[in-house]
């Protein structure tokens, strides 16, 4: 079995052979950039990792899938900054601003149709069970997307809500990464439950961690511009619990900050972000992240695994909600 180091060596060097260049150029450049601009790579270091726990042949049979994961993830992102008008992407310009919107639409468009390209070489013997999982998921991560657009036209909405729109935007992606690596590998099908539950609440835990970072996170290494979802008003998880717990004076006062325009974007980072350490938004959601981490590696309880592998996926789990970026 390999370390979590040879992994994700495996996986650079994998990404590295990727090459979506054809012509024309306007279409597939701002592919080869996005994938040049780098990334954290985690679906497809999870999708090897769960199919290392029972196998150690890596062909095309199992690189080629764990790429489609993270072809899928690429284009979701170009598509996404379009979305969220996002003007940087990991320190670097997003494709739309690059390029533009017509150019950058289409690119992610051809992505989409690489990634089943990729994803067909799985083993003949799995592959309808790996189809099947990876359109669910595909759906259900627009699923998310669409509910993110609709809570930004809200006043406020629940935990609850938050919860299950990152369910689906992201947690369902790092699940599906988790299950299809096991599904090639020839894994059972409670073990291959199981890992599902485990990412898919690693993938709660993740995202909540990704909230956090963008309002306590160092510039220099999270890969993008602090605040940017308070400037935005995006109904981060931070921002969602501060409305939860704020009494009606703080909750005025969170009002009249998001109340803020563009110009005043300095202010209003530093103005909510007193909030949030006011409220202990910060702790809180540190504890949540805690929450789900724990609640994923219980799931692995119901897998047929042994000491060292849960020490792996504990490895796994430990590197992403322990990040700086």
Same mark, same amino acid.
């Given at each position: ?19 979506l ?5 306007? $279409?597939?450049?701002p592919?080869?950039? /996005? ?8 679906? &497809? %270091?999870? +999708? @090897? ?9 890596f062909?095309e ?6 790429m489609?994961?993270?072809i ?10 379009i979305?969220?008008k996002?003007?940087?992407r990991?320190g ?9 919107d017509n150019?950058?639409? $289409?690119?992610?468009?051809?992505m989409? /149709? ?8 799985? &083993? %003949?013997? +799995? @592959? ?7 359109n669910r ?27 299950q729109?990152i369910?689906?935007k ?21 073990t291959?439950?199981a ?13 909540i961690?990704?909230?956090y970072l963008?309002?306590?996170?160092d510039?220099?290494?999270f ?26 004076e703080?909750?005025?006062e ?8 563009e ?11 007193a909030?949030?350490?006011k409220l ?10 805690v929450?789900?981490?724990?609640s ?6 119901e ?16 590197n992403?909600i322990?990040?700086?970026?």
């Open positions: 079995m390999l370390t979590f180091a040879e992994i994700s060596a495996l996986t650079e060097k994998t990404v590295a052979t990727v090459d260049r054809n012509e024309p150029k306007e $279409l597939y450049d592919i080869h950039y /996005i994938f040049s601009i780098g990334g954290k790579r985690i679906r &497809p %270091k999870l +999708c @090897l990792t769960c199919y290392n726990l029972f196998a150690d042949r062909d049979h199992i690189l080629r899938p764990a489609a994961l993270e899928f993830h690429a284009f979701t992102l170009i598509h996404d900054d979305m969220d996002a003007d940087r990991r670097h310009l997003t494709v739309h601003k690059k390029w533009c150019i950058a639409i $289409l690119s992610g468009d051809v989409s /149709i690489k990634a089943y390209e990729y994803l067909a070489a799985a &083993p %003949k013997d +799995c @592959l309808p069970q790996v189809l099947a999982l990876f998921t595909a759906a259900q991560v627009c699923e998310g997307q669409q509910y993110d657009m609709n809570f930004e036209d809200l006043p406020i909405i629940s935990i609850e809500e938050y919860t729109m369910a689906l992201t947690a369902v992606l790092l699940a599906c990464s988790a299950k299809m690596g096991a599904l090639i590998a020839g894994c059972d099908a409670q291959a439950d890992l599902y539950r485990w990412g898919y609440d690693l993938g709660l835990a993740f995202q961690t990704d909230d963008d309002s306590f996170g510039p220099k290494t890969g993008k511009n602090i605040g940017g979802d308070i400037t935005n008003n995006k109904k981060s998880w931070l921002l969602i619990e501060s409305l939860r717990i704020a009494s009606p703080d909750r005025q969170i009002e009249k900050i998001m109340a803020l325009g110009a005043n974007a300095a202010e209003k980072i530093e103005r909510m972000l909030m949030y350490r202990n938004i910060h702790t809180n959601a540190r504890e949540a992240i929450h789900y981490y724990d994923a590696m219980a799931a692995l309880q897998a047929e695994l042994n000491t060292d592998q849960i020490k792996l996926l504990d490895q796994f789990a430990q992403l322990k990040r700086e970026k």
